[in-house]
């Protein structure tokens, strides 16, 4: 359905009606076959075990086992034989992270009459690519897209840097960029001659340390399915990842009035919006820098429901003459 923002005058919010799972193209819509992960990667067996419903899972609180399992899809489904990340940093949810990339996809099919455009051609800029580099293996191994990663620590972008050398088919197809200067986004990042399809963020949506541990813990505990536990710090993150001063709400609206000065470079500009109740924030934002075409895309994962903005400033005639 479409649904018209308040107060916007010039572009159009339209929201994409909620599934309940995961998307059609999306490897682990049915679950997980532990039988096969545990064959492709053997490490991850430790970590299996058979649920009160007779079903086999893992302790998605304990982050060696969330790893290893990610690791094991990697292998099996996206045909990466040596991930690793630094202790401390994000692990991301693949189901989760893959499901964004195929959205993607179809949002950049609707302006290339239908067909999802693939290849090398299509670049995308992640935007706090983490040390997992997770957005642009996934868009690559599943679409050949090619991406540019930034990041504010060092010490991501090398661990980035290891894993695509350890994965030789990566090399041709990402490209990382430290960000020196932590007040901007896309400043020094967007070059002249750039040109990107999109950009793709995960970005920081809790506003202090204190906000980030406290959701952690309330992860922990509806996990373990107890509150009398004293739950163990494993959903990881460096600081920069997980907040920032102002939360997410003023990351992405730094982002919005960012990206008004790169109007032609990019066809759309994308990044998760973790809570719903900024959106309308979000959408004035967006219609003081007079973004042309507005969406949000919202997507599922089992009872959660998340979703991502999108905006363009192309006009009709630009988008149509856009060459993916």
Known sequence: MTIFAPDLKIMKANIVTAKNNLHPRNLHRFGYDFDELVLK?????PFVF???????????????????LNKALLITNYNILNWDIPTDYLCPPIPGRVDYIHYLADLLADSNNGIIPNGEIVQGLDIGIGANCIYPILGNQVYGWSFVGTD?????????EKIIQNNPQLIDFISLQLQGDGR???KNIILPEDKFAFTICNPPFHSSQ???TKSNIRKINALENTKNKKPILNFGGQNAELWCEGGELAFITQMIFESAKYPLQVFWFTTL??????????????????AVEVK??????????SRFLAWTFLSEKQQKSWKF
């Open 184 to 186: 901007f986004i896309f």
């Open 210 to 212: 204190e906000e980030a």
């Open 296 to 305: 949000t895309i919202e997507m599922a994962q089992g009872q959660k429901t």
């Open 50 to 68: 058979t649920n009160e419903f007779e079903t086999k899972t893992i302790d998605f609180s304990n982050s060696l086992a969330v790893k290893a």
């Open 41 to 45: 990667f053997p490490d991850l067996q």
């Open 273 to 290: 919006v973790s809570k719903k109740e900024n959106l309308a924030s979000l959408y004035k934002t967006l219609n003081k820098v007079s």
């Open 152 to 160: 504010i620590f060092e010490e991501a972008i090398e661990n980035c």
